[in-house]
């Protein structure tokens, strides 16, 4: 199971910490770990992701501003925001990247909200 929190309204060009823990199964210690999100009115994409190792890679929309990491003995993903941006707006998830492997399934994610 994925618990994301971290989530909240905000205003523009300000920022927020996403925490998402890992439960059951063993998909964390053996999967790379992303961030997705989805807009209203839009499919859900991905953010960042983060190998085992700690190599990251960003959405475009998103280099420079977020930070993903990973805390592998806490079986927890973050996503630091900086300079939060009212497109940012959206439910963002946490998952394996791809999604869905070994075992893992969408929570129910945490809502961010930027308001200009």
């Known amino acids: 199971q994925l618990q994301a929190s971290g989530g909240g309204l905000v205003q523009a060009g300000g920022s927020l910490r996403l925490s998402c823990v890992a439960s059951g199964g063993t998909f964390f210690s053996t999967n790379a770990m992303a961030w997705y999100r989805q807009a209203p009115g839009k499919q859900r994409g991905l953010v960042a992701f983060i190998t085992l190792p700690g190599s990251t890679t960003y959405a475009d929309s998103v280099k420079g501003r977020f930070t993903i990491s990973r805390d592998n003995a806490l079986k927890t993903v973050y996503l630091q925001m900086i300079s939060l941006q009212p497109e940012d707006t959206a439910v963002y998830y946490c998952?394996?990247?791809?999604?869905?492997?070994?075992?893992?399934?969408w929570g129910q994610g945490t809502q961010v909200t930027v308001s200009s």
């Open positions: 998952n394996t990247f791809p999604a869905n492997r070994a075992g893992a399934y």
